[in-house]
């Protein structure tokens, strides 16, 4: 699989109006999102003073992209990346480790605001 994960963190930016960042959804045919960005933005819109706004907002969104769940593979990557973390002694949130499984286990590019990615070994960062 070729193309870019957005990160959640970049989708937030996008949705707070950041121009620079309007022409990365020009593409949509190589644009993923993980599920567990779903989740994020979803407790985020729960958190926020405009839930119903912004969960509308968000679930279009969604909606658009291509999605990707986790599974076997995704799962296996997970384990490594993990264990490779922590081996580091430097931890990073869970969520993350999902998302970099993911980006793993697809061979795509991460496109994050995120530095703590750069902690992954073999991960493809963009960072914006």
Known sequence: MNGKL?????????????????SLFDDLENLYI??????????GAELSAKKEFNRDN????????????????????????KAAIKAK???IPEN????AATCLAADLTLVTADSDFSLIDGLSVETM
Do not use: A, H
């Open 6 to 22: 957005i990160d959640t963190n970049v989708i937030i930016r996008f949705f707070k109006g950041e121009t620079e960042l309007f």
């Open 34 to 43: 993980s599920s567990i960005s779903v989740g994020e933005l979803m407790y």
């Open 58 to 81: 968000y679930f279009c969104f969604c909606e658009q992209m291509k999605v990707l769940y986790p599974d076997l593979e995704i799962s296996k990557n997970y384990g490594k990346v």
């Open 89 to 91: 002694g430097k931890p």
């Open 96 to 99: 993350d480790i999902w998302i």
